[in-house]
C-alpha cells in the first residue's frame, strides 16, 4: 500500500538537498528554491511537472514502476534510497544487480591479500577477477568464454576440470555447486541468463538433473575444498565467500586449512607464481 506522506516528504527532503549543477544542469539565477523546482525533477524523471506536484501534495493516481524508477534516477538515488521510495510507493523493489561491474573498492580490498588465493565471480560462478596466487593454484578460469566461463556448467560438462580436486571430493562438490544455484534460481526467478543456463544443464548432465531434482538449496559461505596442483602436490584450503550487497557477485577468500602444510604450498607459489608451476586444471 503507498505510504502517500511519506513518500510526498521523501521527494520533497531529496530534491532539497540537490543542486541543479549536481544532475547536469545550469545553476541559473535568482533561485528561491533550495536544491531543485518540481520541474526540473519532473523533466529529468520524464513525467509532467503537474503530476511530480500532485505526488509531493500528497495526491494523484499510484505512481507506477517506471515513474518511481524514473524519480530514483532524477534524484540521484543510491539502491538504498531507491528500495526506499519503491517501498513508499507500495511497490516491490527491483532486483539488486551489479551486472558484472565489480566495484574499484572490491578490487582494492582484494588487491591487499596478496597471501591467500581470491577470486571474484557472478552468482552463476563466472569468475571476473582473480589475484595471481589463485591463477597458480587454479588455472585462469577468468579467460574462458561462453558457457564455460560458469564454474558450474564446467564441472558438469567437461570432465578435466574435476581432475584438479581428489575424487572422492567430487560428489560433496558437485552437490554445492547444486544448492548454491537453486538459491539463485530462486532469488532471480524467471530471469533469463539463470533460467537458460539450469535449462542447459538438466539437458546435458544426468548427475546435475538428479541433484537438482533433490531440490536442496543453500548458498556456500564457507567450505573446505583440496586442490591437486602438479608441482606442489595437494593444497587444502578452507573458503570464504562474502556477498556484495546486491548479491549478485562473491568474493571468495581461500585460506590455508590449520594442521596442514597449505600454508608453505601457498608461500612457494606465491613466490614462484605462473612462471614454472603449472596448475592443476587447464
Known amino acids: 500500500?503507498?505510504?502517500?506522506?511519506?513518500?510526498?516528504?521523501?521527494?520533497?527532503?531529496?530534491?532539497?538537498?540537490?543542486?541543479?549543477?549536481?544532475?547536469?544542469?545550469?545553476?541559473?539565477?535568482?533561485?528561491?528554491?533550495?536544491g531543485l523546482r518540481r520541474d526540473e525533477v519532473a523533466q529529468l524523471?520524464?513525467?509532467?511537472?503537474?503530476?511530480?506536484?500532485?505526488?509531493?501534495?500528497?495526491?494523484g493516481s499510484h505512481p507506477s514502476e517506471p515513474v518511481v524508477a524514473g524519480l530514483a534516477r532524477a534524484l540521484r538515488f543510491d539502491l538504498d534510497e531507491r528500495d526506499h521510495l519503491f517501498h513508499l510507493a507500495g511497490l516491490s523493489s527491483p532486483p539488486r544487480r551489479a551486472d558484472g561491474h565489480i566495484r574499484p573498492g572490491l578490487i582494492s580490498l582484494a588487491d591487499r591479500l596478496t597471501d591467500v588465493p581470491v577470486c571474484i565471480c557472478t552468482d552463476l560462478n563466472?569468475?571476473?577477477?582473480?589475484?595471481?596466487?589463485?591463477?597458480?593454484?587454479?588455472?585462469?578460469?577468468?579467460?574462458?568464454?561462453?558457457?564455460?566461463?560458469?564454474?558450474?556448467?564446467s564441472w558438469f560438462t567437461d570432465p578435466e576440470i574435476r581432475?584438479?580436486?581428489?575424487?572422492?571430493?567430487?560428489?560433496?562438490?558437485?552437490a554445492a555447486h547444486v544448492s548454491d544455484l537453486r538459491a539463485t534460481y530462486s532469488r532471480r526467478a524467471g530471469e533469463h541468463d539463470i533460467t537458460s543456463l539450469v535449462d542447459d544443464l538438466l539437458a546435458r548432465s544426468t548427475e546435475f538433473r538428479d541433484l537438482w531434482e533433490?531440490?536442496?538449496?543453500?548458498?556456500?559461505?564457507?567450505?573446505?575444498?583440496?586442490?591437486?596442483?602438479?608441482?606442489?602436490?595437494?593444497?587444502?584450503?578452507?573458503?570464504?565467500?562474502?556477498?556484495?550487497?546486491?548479491?549478485?557477485?562473491?568474493?571468495?577468500?581461500?585460506?590455508?586449512?590449520?594442521?596442514?602444510?597449505?600454508?608453505?604450498?601457498?608461500?612457494?607459489?606465491?613466490?614462484?607464481?605462473?612462471?614454472?608451476?603449472?596448475?592443476?586444471?587447464?
Open 163 to 174: 581432475t584438479g580436486m581428489p575424487e572422492e571430493d567430487w560428489a560433496h562438490h558437485s
Open 126 to 153: 563466472e569468475i571476473l577477477w582473480q589475484n595471481p596466487l589463485a591463477t597458480a593454484l587454479m588455472g585462469r578460469h577468468r579467460q574462458r568464454t561462453g558457457r564455460h566461463r560458469s564454474v558450474v556448467w
Open 1 to 34: 500500500m503507498i505510504d502517500r506522506p511519506g513518500l510526498a516528504d521523501f521527494l520533497r527532503r531529496r530534491r532539497a538537498v540537490l543542486r541543479p549543477t549536481d544532475v547536469g544542469m545550469p545553476e541559473g539565477v535568482r533561485r528561491r528554491t533550495p
Open 214 to 282: 533433490r531440490h536442496e538449496v543453500g548458498v556456500r559461505h564457507k567450505d573446505r575444498k583440496r586442490f591437486l596442483h602438479t608441482e606442489v602436490g595437494e593444497v587444502d584450503v578452507s573458503c570464504e565467500t562474502l556477498l556484495t550487497p546486491d548479491a549478485d557477485l562473491k568474493f571468495l577468500a581461500y585460506f590455508p586449512t590449520k594442521g596442514t602444510d597449505a600454508r608453505e604450498k601457498l608461500d612457494l607459489l606465491r613466490v614462484i607464481g605462473t612462471q614454472n608451476l603449472g596448475p592443476a586444471t587447464p
Open 45 to 59: 524523471a520524464g513525467i509532467s511537472t503537474d503530476y511530480y506536484t500532485r505526488l509531493e501534495q500528497q495526491r
